[in-house]
């Protein structure tokens, strides 16, 4: 069956950094569209980062642009998200999500929490 593993998350103080990993299996990996997302206590779940199947493309939320790096290797089945430069309003739970033209799947998530 379908899965998407994350891992990766903790507690870092401000300014730190963390590296998110998202192991895929079930599916044809390298046809998905790949993306980070994230939801903060009390928020909406909102787009961190995507990368295209190829990893040619990616696009970034303007919050973490120049900071967040999002990457594939698609003979692994894994997406990362590297992480620099942590803010405290980076704290949240951190899902993956695969995506393609009528289907989609997400991860059950990872907690990251930026605090001194």
């Known amino acids: 069956q379908v899965q998407l593993v994350e891992s990766g998350g903790g507690l870092v103080q401000p300014g730190g950094s963390l590296r998110l990993s998202c192991a895929a299996s079930?599916?044809?990996?390298?046809?998905?569209?790949m993306s980070w997302y994230r939801q903060a206590p009390g928020k909406e779940r909102e787009l961190v980062a995507g990368?295209?199947?190829?990893?040619?493309?990616?696009n970034y939320a303007d919050s973490v642009k120049g900071r967040f790096t999002i990457s594939r290797d698609n003979r692994k089945n894994t997406v990362s998200l590297q992480m620099n430069s942590l803010k405290p309003e980076d704290t949240a739970v951190y899902y993956c999500?695969?995506?393609?033209?009528?289907?989609?799947?997400w991860g059950q998530g990872t907690q990251v929490t930026v605090s001194s």
């Open positions: 999500k695969a995506g393609r033209s009528g289907s989609a799947y």
């Open positions: 079930g599916f044809t990996f390298s046809s998905y569209h």
């Open positions: 990368i295209s199947p190829t990893g040619g493309g990616t």
